[in-house]
């Protein structure tokens, strides 16, 4: 694909919808891998879905976590995922295995994950209510960051567009700039309000191409600064930002922003409903509305990193927006008409000669030049949408696509295998211990999955009651009170009830003493449940005397009778103690001879209605 080709002279922002990718499972976040081929969800059911998004199918499923997946991101060579559920847990992923290679947790809810633009083995943990944390992949080490303000924990985190430096913001509007190998603080800035007031930063966000990046605040003004100006700032400086993005009608406060793939536009998802507002950054000028189906809430928006794409998730679905691609023919050739019926073409006389001989002769110096020139057809340009600007090459080694196996219908038993003979053969030749092996691998198990190293991350002051903010949305303190009164249902239930079971010793009548009594009582005291309960209540409102409802009455209470006996015979004690007294006393309910005893009394009440 010449991604050249594919840059229009129009606008590079989505203009309408262009599908649904549905994971068959709730989602809840979405990223794109760098070069914008594969698409990773997150869902509520704690698996990781992976899109090819030229073809838009599932190209490979992890079933990650248990609880619901929160945040994910891309290593830089696309070989490695790494993801946060709800339960504090963060983990790594080998996207072609999809095996976990390691497993951090962490005492608080974790609201970000970021891996290091260049180092793969530096990942960036925003833990709640907590200083953010960068772990080290290969010895399972932590550091802590330092913060502005010890008692304000609302701390958010991003690493620059190349790893370099580590913003942090905090609930005060405090920024920081510290240095990524060593934590130590670069530049620092506040962000004020018209009245000079705080306000609290909710993300910070860079873009990939250039040294700008955006920070979303609790006052629904959309900030957009240059890198290289807060680092001459310094410390406490007082940088102005290029941009400020807002709602002035509606006031809409937003809960992901995010830059385009060139930097150029900003889009950012509205808290209140599916919409996305598009600008221009260098004007700083609205220029695209995107609205999604009424009445849903946004939860996450990924921007295509080479495309005018945009995905946005609501209601557990990964909504595609893009432009709208017409056919102009004539870009390819100037001179192309639209026919509407068919026209006779008269050609000219030396249209197709080998050489035109009314073609002037040209200049001999250009042409021998042009002729004597080779062109390479064999090196391969690296595409300048995938290269950074201190690259010159691609990354040879980068996950592109992911294989997908075809499904076979009827799979043959190991058909690239040798041949049964062969391997029998083979076998016979070699000792117990080769044997054994070969056995196994043709049998075609494979050898148990390594169980990941889990590493406790321990943090001082932080509380452990916290509860992610995806799960305590519905979760408030209104929904977990205790109901007054008596619970729905249960009224008259725990009286004396004509049809509570009596307890019983076989059909003799004898009472039960003990141990054996007190568990009788207990199972029987529990309402009716199941096939008994049903009749019941049916019969308390069709009382009558007719016969079919004296007959539905005897055949209830004989059920009822019936299961109070099953139930003694749970117990396998007041079984051997009643076996030898009544052998015979109770049958199996769902025996044949078990419903013969209500034929009789229906029989008596059919006629007693009669007369």
Request: contains cysteine.
């Amino acid at each position: 694909m010449n991604l050249e080709l594919l840059e229009s002279f129009g606008q590079n922002y989505p203009e309408e919808a262009d599908g649904t990718l549905d994971c068959i499972s709730m989602a809840l976040t979405c990223t794109f891998n760098r070069w914008g081929t594969l698409l990773a969800v997150g869902c509520n059911d704690g698996r990781i879905v992976i899109w090819d998004f030229l073809t838009r199918g599932i190209a490979k499923i992890i079933s990650a976590h248990i609880h619901p997946v929160c945040s994910l991101c891309w290593s830089r060579d696309g070989h490695k995922l790494v993801s946060a559920s709800t339960d504090n847990i963060v983990s790594q992923w080998d996207v072609l295995s999809g095996d976990c290679d390691q497993r951090f947790r962490f005492p608080s809810p974790i609201l970000k994950v970021q891996y290091h633009p260049r180092d793969q083995n530096k990942v960036l943990v925003c833990p709640m209510k907590s200083a953010p944390v960068m772990l080290t992949l290969s010895d399972s080490k932590h550091v802590v960051l330092p913060v502005d303000d010890d008692s304000d924990l609302n701390v958010v985190a991003s690493f620059d567009r190349r790893g370099e430096y580590i913003y942090t913001g905090n609930a005060k509007g405090k920024i920081l700039v510290l240095k990524t190998d060593s934590q130590d603080l670069v530049a620092s800035f506040r962000v004020t309000t018209g009245t000079s007031n705080t306000t609290a930063i909710k993300s910070i966000e860079f873009a990939r191409k250039g040294s700008c990046f955006l920070i979303n605040t609790a006052d629904r003004i959309i900030r957009v600064y240059d890198g290289r100006e807060i680092l001459t700032c310094g410390r406490d400086g007082e940088p102005e930002p290029m941009q400020k993005l807002q709602d002035l009608v509606n006031r809409t406060p937003w809960k992901k922003c995010c830059f385009s793939g060139d930097g150029e536009y900003i889009v950012a998802g509205s808290a209140r409903q599916h919409a996305l507002y598009i600008w221009e950054k260098s004007i700083g000028n609205l220029v695209k509305i995107l609205h999604g189906t009424r009445g849903e809430l946004l939860l996450d928006v990924a921007w295509h990193p080479v495309r005018p794409i945009i995905a946005s998730i609501s209601s557990g679905v990964v909504s595609i927006w893009a432009q709208n691609q017409v056919e102009n023919w004539s870009a390819f050739a100037p001179d192309f008409k639209e026919l509407d019926e068919n026209v006779e073409y008269e050609e000219r006389e030396s249209e197709f000669d080998i050489e035109d001989e009314d073609k002037s002769e040209p200049e001999q110096t250009g042409a021998d030049a042009a002729e004597d020139e080779e062109v390479d057809v064999t090196s391969v340009d690296p595409i300048a949408a995938f290269c950074s600007s201190d690259e010159e090459l691609e990354d040879s080694k980068a996950l592109l696509y992911l294989p997908i196996a075809p499904e076979v219908e009827d799979p043959e038993e190991n058909p690239y295998g040798p041949p049964p003979d062969a391997v029998q053969t083979s076998l016979m030749d070699e000792g117990a211990s080769s044997e054994k092996k070969r056995q196994s691998s043709a049998d075609g198990s494979q050898p148990p999955k390594k169980k990941p190293k889990t590493t406790n991350i321990e943090l001082q002051g932080v509380p452990n009651d916290e509860v992610h903010p995806l799960l305590g949305v519905k979760g408030d303190g209104k929904s977990k009170k205790k109901q007054a009164g008596r619970p729905k249902g249960s009224k008259g239930k725990e009286k004396d009830s004509p049809f509570k079971p009596k307890l019983y010793k076989g059909d003799r009548g004898l009472p039960l003493e003990g141990s054996a009594k007190g568990k009788v009582q207990a199972e029987l005291s529990q309402p009716l449940t199941g096939f008994c309960q049903r009749h019941h209540e049916v019969l308390l409102g069709f009382m009558a005397p007719s016969t079919t409802a004296l007959v539905f009455l005897s055949y209830a209470l004989k059920m009822s009778k019936w299961e109070s006996k099953s139930k003694c015979w749970k117990d396998s004690s007041l079984k051997e103690q009643q076996g030898a007294q009544s052998p015979n006393c109770c049958e199996d309910p769902g025996s044949a001879s078990s419903f013969f005893p209500i034929f009789p009394s229906c029989g008596l009440w059919t006629l007693w209605s009669v007369i």
